[in-house]
């Protein structure tokens, strides 16, 4: 049995796929099976993951379910104690596995942790926003403004999956936020403050391009809300960004038009 399941879900991107898979192989860590979820695709991905032949197990999906339903079929799948995931358009340096595997095996406390990350855009460097400044521990609080856990950074351990579920399929976007929020107030989050993913963005199918992803980050906030045992100050502090983000998307509603959706989601965030 491997220690670690990797999982890399893909939808349409053949050549990225195939330099993510690649980056997997060329770890020094060694103990760990490679799970490929193609979500399908209509390009050349199979054939471009068929080349790898019996280095990775291809997950096959008829139509398209998104990356959450992805992601989760990798991890029923999956036969580690440890899961770690990476986002077809990112890369893992070589040294990922093995720097961060020690780290959970130095810190036992901890069932879930991440790594710092080096942000790339149409092939330049470019260093990332303050606000997206990683944190370990108790990283409930910030994480509410935004998500602070990238799925390509993370090793968790698989009995998170199996006690709270895995990522939300009703949400098409900012799936990962609503995931890390349910497990950040219950658990600590570990950091390894070294850089070992290549976090590589600007391509035009990003969903983080979009506009009116704060309406999924809402819906993940009423569902938090919904826990029983949130603990009161988090409550408080999760109302307060639900109405913060509900104000912020009915402005943009207004300036597009949407008159009625606003006032909903006003409505909402005064409630």
């Not at 942790?113 to 855009?121: D, N």
Request: with cysteine; charged share 30%; proline share 6%.
């Amino acid at each position: 049995m491997p220690r670690v399941s990797v999982i890399i879900p893909t939808y349409n991107r053949a050549a990225l796929v195939k330099e993510a898979v690649a980056s997997v192989l060329a770890q020094t860590y060694r103990d760990f099976e490679l799970l490929v979820v193609d979500d399908g695709s209509t390009d050349g991905t199979p054939e471009a993951l068929a080349a790898f032949g019996e280095e990775i197990r291809v997950l096959p999906r008829p139509g398209r379910g998104g990356v959450s339903a992805a992601r989760n079929a990798g991890m029923a799948a999956a036969q580690g104690e440890w899961l770690a995931f990476l986002d077809s358009d990112d890369l893992w340096l070589p040294e990922k596995l093995a720097r961060q595997m020690a780290f959970m095996e130095a810190h036992p406390q901890l069932l879930l942790s991440q790594t710092e990350e080096i942000w790339v855009r149409r092939r330049v460097r470019v260093n990332p926003p303050r606000t997206h400044r990683k944190e370990g521990g108790r990283i409930f609080l910030r994480s509410l403004e935004r998500c602070l856990v990238s799925p390509s950074a993370v090793v968790l351990h698989r009995r998170l999956f199996d006690d709270h579920g895995g990522f939300d399929e009703d949400l098409p976007a900012a799936e990962d936020y609503d995931l890390w929020l349910r497990l950040g107030w219950r658990y600590e989050v570990g950091l390894l403050p070294e850089p070992l993913i290549i976090k590589r963005g600007g391509h035009a199918d990003q969903l983080s391009r979009q506009w009116g992803l704060d309406r999924w980050r809402i819906q993940a906030l009423q569902k938090l809300l919904a826990e029983p045992d949130l603990p009161e100050p988090y409550r408080q502090a999760a109302r307060r960004t639900l109405a913060a983000k509900c104000a912020v998307y009915a402005q943009g509603c207004e300036k597009r038009g949407k008159v009625a959706e606003a006032r909903y989601y006003r409505l909402m965030g005064a409630s």
